[in-house]
């Protein structure tokens, strides 16, 4: 046992050599930037996030919505009886924005940049400002056709506000969760937004919602 611990001893001290150290250093700082492995494979718990970009491999289908939206159809049934829901409640709601292409996200994100630009933030300024209220191109849940903005659909009528009401009370009934709440942010890296919802299926979302987790909060008890 010892001649072969030695043996082995040896074996490395000799790869080390043949690498170099800087090859050895080149190849652990490589390790310790490539983003972090999906915890899950459900397609419903993909992350996404500020250090997570989309899978290159992450596949889907779209269907239409109406106002030219869009979203992975596997969500659609659920999608439809929450609103049907909502509505029957009188709570009358609408998809603003759903399935973004990565080009999609880049526009967004230079308008954003463009809009600070012209309010005197300098470039590095603006640039900052804009990411931390749109996410990066490749960076984007609504990427994945699984994340959703949800308004009013008659703002005259009703306000945004009781929508989201109605949204974080039952939306979890159906599989959808708000993405970014107001107190997660320093795990989110990202603005309360009350508008944005993600789907993540009923039983990640029940669990998620009656212990106040986010995304990254219950991926981490699948670890």
Known sequence: MRIGAVILLLAVFAFAAV???????????????RPPKQISDDWRLVL???????????TFTLIELRNDQAVDERIYPD????????RSEGISIIVTSSYRSYED????????????????????????????????????????????????????VQSSDHAWRWLHENAWKYGFVQR???DKTEIT????????????????????????WCLEEYLETLR
């Open 19 to 33: 690498l170099g150290i800087g090859t050895i250093r080149w190849l652990l700082e490589r390790a310790e930037n």
């Open 48 to 58: 996404v996030n500020y250090e997570n970009p989309v899978p290159e491999d992450h």
């Open 79 to 86: 999608l439809q009886a929450m609103f049907d829901d909502a």
């Open 105 to 156: 996200q880049v526009e967004i994100m230079e308008r954003f940049i463009r809009d600070f630009e012209n309010q005197g933030y300098t470039p590095e300024e603006a640039k900052e400002k804009a990411e931390a209220q749109v996410n990066k191109p490749g960076y984007s849940e609504h990427q994945l056709g699984l994340g959703i903005d949800i308004n009013s659909e008659n703002s005259s």
């Open 180 to 182: 970014y709440p107001a």
């Open 189 to 212: 890296h990202v603005i309360n937004e009350p508008w944005h919802y993600r789907y993540v299926g009923k039983e990640a979302a029940q669990i998620m919602t009656e212990n106040n």
